[in-house]
């Protein structure tokens, strides 16, 4: 417990100051235990890239407004607790009226805390309008649109003092609703991690990850001139050591390592040429490469915080392809005083297309000034650049945004 209580506080430090709103009270009370919130928000946004166009980048401003309540359970006084979230944005653009859109989102999450259990859960459903979908496969003078479920159970039992154990199931499927070039995706993962307290505030652990997932098909052009790739299965293996816990004086955090697999099928492939069918098929090949999942804290100072996250694994591209990721995402925050804090980022990801020659590096970096007057009301201010170098013509792109939020927490 005291090393879940460690890492814990490790996360909350940096984000003590901006988060006091969520002290607020409730909207509604009912009863001892169930407290309800409206958690709505508005932003103005301006884009330099729209839609991450290479040749032709358009800039416009954006508006969001975002209304949403929080039902809470539990306040404390029981094993579980649960809150359901939900969202529903409107978004309007300045000039670029034909991408205005409405989404909704809601979750919820739950956790249950006992002498030798510790199981927490979510399910989310999210609509989605992106850029890019997913890889890095831009919609030329178009948004992607999709359908996002999750879903996710993880549990861990105390054995005895020194040994504990912890288990799960985590779903996701992602349905694109507004294109045929871009593969659906549905995706079981299945973790299984034995801890052994080294002293007090360390655990060490050994462990096996399963992952299996179902890639859709997509159609390129039409039976004219075109192509279609058929749908596939993929199988994963992730077996891995690490530690988690107070890591270092001022280091808290966890990291496995280790070898990851991925297996996939082939799949048909129908190519048109002037309404001729030529049938084919892919040819994927079983890999193997070092796998990679940490997430570090480092409390500087006081005021100053910094945290980095590193993954190396495989992926699947916006067209189904299949790929190997290499990421890193480092952030500080500094919390001037009570009212104002500041934060900045930068991250990188190479992604490499196991079925081409085709390598993206992806960088992202921002500064962000948040301001909490209250404990109701959250303005922030913030830059974001991402860069896509890509070796696939049209793929690279440059972009910037601007951004202010209000956010009212009540």
Known sequence: MKIKESLLLATLAPLAGLFTAAQAAPLVS???????????????????????DEDDEQDDLKFTVSPGF?????????????SIITRYDIIRYDDLSDLDNELFHIKAISSYKSS?????????FDESQSTTGDGNDNRRGRLTESDNTAARLNGEYRLSPKFSVGSGVNYSDREYTSDDTLADRETYTVPVDIFYELTPKV???IGYQYTTSDVGSTQNGDTTNG????????????FNVGARGNLLPKLSGFFKVGYRTNDSDDSDIRRYSGGVLTPDSTNRDSSGTMGLDADFTYLATPKVTTALRLHRGFGIGGQGQSTENTSADLSASYSINTNYSASANFGYTLREYDESDREDNVYRTGLRLSYVPNQYWRF???????ENDSDRKGQSYESHTIDLTASLRY
């Open 116 to 124: 030798r259990w510790d199981v927490n859960g979510l399910v989310s």
């Open 380 to 386: 922030s201010t913030g830059y974001r650049y991402s």
């Open 30 to 52: 009912i009863g001892d235990n169930v407290d309800v919130f409206f958690n709505g928000s508005s932003s103005l946004q301006w884009q330099s890239n729209v839609f991450n």
């Open 203 to 205: 655990d060490l652990s």
């Open 227 to 238: 192509f279609y790739v058929g749908s596939y299965d993929t199988e994963g293996h992730f």
């Open 70 to 82: 929080e039902v809470n359970v539990g306040r404390g006084v029981s094993n579980l607790d649960l």
